[in-house]
C-alpha cells in the first residue's frame, strides 16, 4: 500500500510540474523554436537524466560492493 501511494503522490507531482512548466512555457509568447532547436533541447534534456542517473547507479554500486570502506578508513598503523 505505501508504494502504492508512492507511485501515486510522484506521479501527480510529474503531472503537476509538466502543466505548470508547459502553462509558463505558452504564457510567455513569442518564442519560437525551430525544429533542430526542439530537438536539441529534448537531446540535451535526455542526456542530462540519463548522465545523472547512471552517475546515481555508480555511487549505489560503488558503496553496495564496499569499494568505498577502503578509502575511509585511513592509513593504517
Same mark, same amino acid.
Do not use: N, Q
Given at each position: ?7 501515486? &503522490? %510522484? $506521479?501527480? *507531482?510529474?503531472? #503537476?510540474? @509538466?502543466? /505548470? ?20 533541447? &529534448? %537531446? $540535451?534534456? *535526455?542526456?542530462? #537524466?540519463? @548522465?545523472? /542517473? ?24
Amino acid at each position: 500500500m505505501k508504494t502504492f501511494l508512492l507511485i501515486v &503522490t %510522484l $506521479g501527480g *507531482l510529474l503531472v #503537476l510540474t @509538466l502543466v /505548470g512548466s508547459s502553462f509558463v512555457w505558452w504564457s510567455m509568447g513569442g518564442i519560437d523554436i525551430s525544429l533542430h532547436g526542439m530537438i536539441a533541447l &529534448t %537531446l $540535451g534534456c *535526455l542526456f542530462s #537524466l540519463l @548522465l545523472g /542517473g547512471g552517475l546515481m547507479f555508480l555511487v549505489f554500486y560503488s558503496s553496495r560492493r564496499g569499494h568505498d570502506d577502503e578509502h575511509h578508513r585511513g592509513p593504517e598503523m
